[in-house]
C-alpha cells in the first residue's frame, strides 16, 4: 500500500561556490500529493532535477519506485512540468501530445489528456501561435499524457491566469484521485495549503518543515495581535504572558502569540493606552517567512538540520524554534 | 520504445518549417544558377575537360550537403534553447532513438538538395550515365555521415547565438580546405592537409562524376576515423547536456 515513490537521503548539490542542496533527506510514499514550497533560490527545482536524472548528486542519494531515477524515467513511470521550456514549432498542439504520448509504454488516449487540459478546442493550432498560458497547459498536457505513475510538476500555475489555475488544480485532484504520487514545487503558499497532503518546506538548500500545510501553520504562532502602541518597550512586550515575540511597525506593535486570549488581558492590563486592536490568526505565508528567513550561511556546507530563527515576524525565535523540533527532528 | 512516432514528426517538422526548408534548398540552388548559369557553355573549365555546370554542380552538392548537416544543429540548439530536450530528457525515448530520429531528419534535407542540385544541372546541359549519378550519389551520402555526427555534436555544445558563425566559418574552411570551390593541388602542404578531411572525400566522391577514380581505401580510413571521432564527441555532448541552456 505504501510502497515508495521517492526516497531522498542525504542529497547534496553545489554549483560552483554556491551549495544549492545541503543534504535533504525525503520520502514520498505511492499515491501522496506533496508541495514542495519554498522562495526562489530554495533549491526547489535542483531537487526535482536531480529526482529525474537530469542532474547528478555530489552527494546522497535519490531513488524513484525503488531504482535510479533513469531507470524510472526510462520505464515510462515519471511524467514532468520542468519549471522553464518553451515547445518545439512546427507541430499542432495535438500532434505535440501525441509524439508525446508515443514514447510512452501505457500513455493516456491522446483525446482524453487534450479534455483533462481544456486544449480540444485548440487542438489544431500551431504551437508558435499560442498563447503563454494555453503554451503551460500543452506542456500540463505533455505531463499527464504519459499517465505515468509519478508526476513532478515544478511551478506548474506560474505563467497561468485565474481561471487556468482553477483548471489546473481541479485536474490534479481528479489524477490524485486516481492514486498518481504527486510532487510540485510552488511559492504560492494557498496551493500548498489548499491541494497538497503535505508540504515540505525548503530554504536555502535544507528543509525547514515537513508536515500537513494545516501543522506547519500551527507550528508557528497560531495569533497576532497589532496594537497602536507608541514608544512601547519591545523587550517588555515580548515578555508578557502568552506573546513569544514582538515587533514594530511604525506607531503599531505586532504581538506573535502562543496564547493569544491570555496575551490580550495582559496586554490591556499593562497597557491600557493600546488602541486599534486586532487579532488575526497567522497565515500561512506568515509561517512560511517565519520559517525560512533564518540565518544560514549560505556558503556553509549545512547538514540538514536547520534552526530557524522567527527573524522576519519579531525577535523572538521560539515558536520557530518549536517547529523546528516538530518537524526538523523527526523522522521524514 | 517506439522512435519511429517520434522520428515521423521530426520529418513533419522540417517540412513545415518554410523558412528552413527553402533556405537551406535555396541557397546552394542560387549560388549554382549566379556561377554556372553564365558560364554554360564553357565545356573545358581551365583545361580540365569538364564543363562548367558539371564541375559548379557537384562543387554546389558538396557544400550545400555539408551546410545542411550542419545546420540540422542549429535546429537541435534551437531546441535546446527552449528546454524541449530537457523535457524530451524525462520521457522514454532513448538516446538511440533520439539520435536516429536526428540523422534521418539531416539525411532527408541531404538528399533533397542532392536532387534539386542534379536537376539544376542536368537544366544547364550536366549529362551522366545513370550508373555514374548512382555511384556519386552513394558515395555522396556516406561521405556526409561524419558531418550528421558533427551537426549533432555542435547542436549540444552550442548556444543558438554561436552556432551560426561556426556553422558558417566552420563550413567555409571545410568547403575550401576540402576543394570545393578551386581543385586542391596534386602535392604539397595544402594536399596533405585536404587528404585528412572529410570533405575533401566528399568532393572526391562528386569527381566520380567527373571520370575520376573512386576513393582509395585511404578515403575510408579518414571518414570512419572522423565518423567514430564525431561520434564519440556527440554522444558525450548529449549525455553531459542535460542543464538548463
Known amino acids: 500500500m505504501s510502497a515508495r515513490a521517492i526516497e531522498v537521503a542525504g542529497l547534496r548539490k553545489s554549483y560552483g561556490k554556491v551549495h544549492a542542496v545541503r543534504g535533504i533527506d525525503v520520502s514520498i510514499d505511492a499515491g501522496e500529493t506533496v508541495a514542495l514550497l519554498g522562495p526562489n533560490g530554495a533549491g526547489k527545482s535542483t531537487t526535482i532535477d536531480m529526482i529525474l536524472g537530469l542532474s547528478e548528486p555530489d552527494g546522497g542519494t535519490v531513488s524513484v519506485f525503488g531504482g535510479s531515477p533513469t531507470v524510472a524515467v526510462g520505464a515510462g513511470q515519471v511524467g514532468a512540468m520542468l519549471q522553464t521550456g518553451a515547445l518545439i514549432r512546427d507541430l499542432s498542439v495535438g500532434e505535440l501530445v501525441a509524439m508525446v504520448a508515443s514514447l510512452y509504454p501505457a500513455s493516456l488516449d491522446v483525446a482524453e489528456a487534450l479534455e483533462l487540459t481544456g486544449l480540444s478546442e485548440i487542438a489544431g493550432q500551431r504551437t508558435q501561435k499560442l498563447s503563454g498560458g494555453q503554451t503551460q497547459r500543452v506542456r500540463f498536457a505533455v505531463a499527464l499524457v504519459s499517465d505515468a505513475k ?18 489546473f488544480w481541479t485536474t490534479m485532484r481528479e489524477l490524485a484521485a486516481r492514486g498518481k ?20 518546506l525548503m530554504a536555502h538548500g535544507t528543509i525547514v518543515a515537513d508536515g500537513p500545510p494545516t501543522e506547519i501553520r500551527a507550528m508557528v504562532g497560531t495569533r497576532t495581535i497589532r496594537a497602536t ?31 493569544s486570549d491570555v496575551a490580550i488581558r495582559a496586554l490591556l492590563g499593562g497597557y491600557p493606552d493600546a488602541r486599534d486592536i486586532e487579532i488575526a490568526a497567522a497565515g500561512l505565508e506568515e509561517a512560511f517567512l517565519q520559517l525560512t528567513a533564518e540565518d544560514v550561511d549560505i556558503n556553509g556546507p549545512g547538514d540538514g538540520t536547520v534552526v530557524a530563527g522567527g527573524a522576519a515576524v519579531a525577535g523572538g525565535s521560539a515558536p520557530a524554534g518549536g517547529a523546528e523540533a516538530a518537524f526538523g527532528g523527526g523522522e521524514r | ?59 554546389m552538392v558538396s557544400f550545400g550537403t555539408m551546410s545542411g548537416m550542419l545546420s540540422a544543429g542549429a535546429r537541435i540548439a534551437a531546441e535546446r534553447a527552449v528546454g524541449w530536450n530537457r523535457q524530451l530528457r524525462i520521457s522514454p525515448l532513448s538516446t538511440r532513438s533520439y539520435l536516429r530520429a536526428k540523422v534521418l531528419t539531416a539525411y532527408m534535407m541531404a538528399l533533397l538538395t542532392i536532387l534539386v542540385l542534379y536537376a539544376s544541372g542536368a537544366s544547364l546541359g550536366v549529362s551522366l550515365s545513370v550508373g555514374r549519378w548512382l555511384q556519386m550519389t552513394v558515395l555522396i551520402l556516406i561521405a556526409l555521415i561524419p558531418f550528421a555526427v558533427l551537426g549533432i555534436a555542435v547542436g549540444h555544445m552550442l548556444t543558438p547565438d554561436s552556432i551560426g558563425p561556426a556553422v558558417g566559418g566552420g563550413v567555409g574552411l571545410l568547403a575550401f580546405l576540402g576543394g570545393t570551390w578551386f581543385p586542391i593541388p596534386s602535392s604539397g602542404f595544402l594536399h596533405d592537409v585536404a587528404q585528412i578531411l572529410p570533405s575533401y572525400w566528399l568532393v572526391q566522391a562528386s569527381h566520380v562524376a567527373l571520370g575520376g577514380h573512386p576513393w582509395p581505401a585511404k578515403a575510408w580510413i579518414v571518414i570512419a576515423a572522423w565518423t ?11 549525455r553531459h547536456d542535460t542543464g538548463r541552456v
Open chain 1, 229 to 259: 502602541l507608541p514608544g512601547a518597550d519591545l523587550d517588555a512586550l515580548a515578555g508578557l504572558p502568552g506573546v513569544s515575540g514582538a515587533d514594530r511597525r511604525g506607531e503599531s506593535v505586532v504581538l506573535s502569540c502562543a496564547d
Open chain 1, 150 to 167: 509519478l508526476l513532478v510538476l515544478d511551478e506548474p500555475t506560474v505563467a497561468m491566469d485565474v481561471e487556468g489555475r482553477r483548471a
Open chain 1, 181 to 200: 504520487t504527486i510532487l510540485f514545487a510552488t511559492h504560492y503558499l494557498e496551493e500548498a495549503d489548499a491541494y497538497a497532503d503535505r508540504a515540505v
Open chain 2, 1 to 59: 520504445m517506439n522512435g519511429l512516432a517520434y522520428t515521423r514528426y521530426e520529418l513533419l517538422r522540417t517540412l513545415r518549417n518554410r523558412r528552413f526548408f527553402v533556405l537551406s534548398l535555396g541557397f546552394p540552388l542560387v549560388l549554382f544558377f549566379l556561377i554556372a548559369g553564365p558560364n554554360r557553355n564553357v565545356h573545358n573549365l581551365d583545361g580540365t575537360g569538364i564543363s562548367a555546370p558539371l564541375y559548379f554542380m557537384i562543387g
Open chain 2, 228 to 238: 567514430v571521432v564525431l561520434a564519440l564527441l556527440a554522444h558525450r555532448a548529449y
